[in-house]
């Protein structure tokens, strides 16, 4: 199971590219907390409609919305965290991220059993974070059992406009 947790989210087209990436790498849900989200929906990106089919659920408290028996993983840059290239992910994890314009709580990040970074020279924003995770996620461990035929998967994932083929 993979649970998505975001903190006050600022930008509505970032939990839009978030959920696009829930969709596109098989995630099981988003959890968020505060109302800047709720104010903005009605200009979301998820292009891939992903939020009708993953929950996507508004939480007082991201520690009280962690699923039993989930890792929690917070995705933050904070002196000691694990590189994200060095990290094991757990099977069953709820990965948290802060807001665009602030950072995961401290009291999430001490509840973590993990806390991770992406390595690079300033930030990324939420939705990229979001997605180089899952992706991290996807390489090390691979996409649910019923994505293991590569050309299915090709064809199910790429629009109707794309028929290359290669020669």
């Not at 409609?49 to 699923?67: F, K, S």
């Not at 973590?112 to 974070?129: E, K, Q, R």
């Amino acid at each position: 199971m993979i649970h998505i947790g975001i903190v006050n989210p600022k930008d509505v087209t970032n939990v839009g590219s978030a959920l696009r990436a829930i969709g596109c790498f098989q995630a099981d849900g988003l959890f968020y907390t505060g109302t800047r989200y709720d104010r903005a929906m009605r200009y979301c990106t998820d292009t891939q409609r992903a939020a009708a089919n993953v929950p996507v659920q508004n939480v007082e408290d991201i520690l009280a919305a962690v699923p039993e028996g989930a890792a929690l993983v917070c995705v933050e840059l904070v002196v000691g965290a694990t590189p994200l290239s060095e990290f094991e992910h757990p099977l069953n994890a709820f990965y948290v991220f802060g807001p665009e314009d602030g950072s995961v709580p401290q009291a999430i990040v001490d509840a973590a059993d993990a806390v991770v970074y992406v390595p690079t020279i300033g930030c990324l924003n939420l939705a990229a974070s979001v997605n180089v995770v899952l992706y991290d996620r996807t390489s090390k461990l691979g996409l649910p059992d019923d994505a293991n035929d590569r050309d299915d998967l090709i064809r199910r994932s790429r629009d109707n406009r794309n028929r290359l083929r290669l020669k």
